[in-house]
Nanobody
Framework: QVQLVESGGGSVQTGGSLRLSCATS????????MGWFRQAPGKEREAVAG????????FYADSVKGRFTISRDNAKNTLYLQMNSLKPEDTAIYYC?????????????????WGQGTQVTVSS
C-alpha cells in the first residue's frame, strides 16, 4: 500500500495562496491516479482535483477551476496542490489520496490510500 503524508496547510486571508504537498512512500509505483479531496465541518468529503499519473491528465471541480493547480514531482514522489485566490468557502481539511487502478477521479471510493489531512482556513 502507499503511505501519504500531507503538509502545507495553514491560515490565510481571502485572496491568499497556499501550496499543499503530499509525500508518498511505499508501493508508489502502484499509483495509477491521485487526487485531492476536502471536507468542511458538517459537510461531505468532496473532490477538488485529480491527476492520472500516466500522461499527467488533470481534472478539477468547477468550484476551484482556474484557481487551483494539481501537479506531481515524480523524482520526489510528491503530489502538490497550488491554491490561489483562496476564498472562505475553501476552508476545510484537505486530504490526498492514491488509487491503484483507474476509476472516476471525483469518487472517493476509487481511492484505496489516504493521508491524514491538513487544515486550510481562509478568513474574510
Amino acid at each position: 500500500q502507499v503511505q501519504l503524508v500531507e503538509s502545507g496547510g495553514g491560515s490565510v486571508q481571502t485572496g491568499g495562496s497556499l501550496r499543499l504537498s503530499c509525500a508518498t512512500s511505499g508501493y508508489t509505483y502502484r499509483s495509477y491516479q491521485m487526487g485531492w479531496f476536502r471536507q468542511a465541518p458538517g459537510k461531505e468529503r468532496e473532490a477538488v482535483a485529480g491527476i492520472y499519473i500516466l500522461g499527467d491528465i488533470a481534472f478539477y471541480a468547477d468550484s476551484v477551476k482556474g484557481r487551483f493547480t494539481i501537479s506531481r514531482d515524480n523524482a520526489k514522489n510528491t503530489l502538490y496542490l497550488q491554491m490561489n485566490s483562496l476564498k472562505p468557502e475553501d476552508t476545510a481539511i484537505y486530504y490526498c489520496a492514491s488509487a491503484e487502478r483507474a476509476g472516476p477521479w471525483a469518487s472517493a471510493g476509487a481511492y484505496n490510500s489516504w493521508g491524514q489531512g491538513t487544515q486550510v482556513t481562509v478568513s474574510s
